[in-house]
C-alpha cells in the first residue's frame, strides 16, 4: 500500500483528495503523508533487515523479550538506513508541499504559483531557490542526527 503512493504522481494525489477534503490544506496533507511513507517504511524495513543475526541471537541470550530486543538492539543499529529514509521522505515532502499551495494550502509554493500565472520568472525563482533552500537545511539537519 506504501508503494502506491510513490507511483502516483504527486499532482493526482492531491488532486484525488480535493473532492473528499476540499481546497487547503488537508489535501495538501494527506498528499505529504502519502507520498512520504514509503522512503520511511522502506528503508526502516531495510534497516531492520540488516541487523546482525549475531547481534539479536546474543540479546535473546541474554533473557530480552521480543520488544526489548526491537528496542535496545535492532532500532539502534537499524536508525543509520531508518534516517536516511526520513531524510528523503522530508525532501520530497518539501516539494510535494510547494505543489499544494496550488489547491490553496499557502506556503513556499504561493510565490511560485503566483509568478506563474503572472509570467514573473524572478518570482518563481525565489519561491523555487527558498523551496530547494529549506529541502538542503532540513536535509542538513537530519545529517547532523546522524553523526551523534
Known amino acids: 500500500m506504501a508503494g502506491l503512493g ?3 504522481p504527486t499532482f493526482a494525489i492531491l488532486a484525488l483528495a480535493v473532492p473528499a477534503l476540499g481546497f487547503g490544506w488537508k489535501p495538501t496533507l494527506l ?3 502519502v507520498y512520504g511513507l514509503m522512503p520511511v517504511l522502506g528503508n526502516g524495513v531495510a534497516g531492520l533487515r540488516q541487523v546482525d543475526p549475531g547481534a539479536l541471537d546474543a540479546a535473546h541470550g541474554m533473557g530480552m523479550t521480543a520488544w526489548q530486543r526491537l528496542r535496545r538492539v535492532e532500532l539502534p ?3 543509520p538506513v531508518l534516517l536516511a529514509g526520513i531524510r528523503t521522505s522530508m525532501v520530497y515532502n518539501v516539494g510535494t508541499a510547494t505543489i499544494g499551495a496550488a489547491l490553496g494550502a499557502g506556503g513556499l509554493g504561493e510565490p ?4 506563474l500565472s503572472e509570467q514573473n520568472s524572478a518570482l518563481v525563482l525565489v519561491g523555487a531557490l527558498l523551496s530547494a533552500l529549506l529541502a538542503l537545511s532540513l536535509d542538513a539537519v537530519l545529517g547532523l542526527l546522524l553523526r551523534k
Open 6 to 8: 510513490q507511483t502516483v
Open 31 to 33: 498528499g505529504l503523508v
Open 77 to 79: 543499529l537499524a536508525w
Open 112 to 115: 511560485i504559483i503566483n509568478g
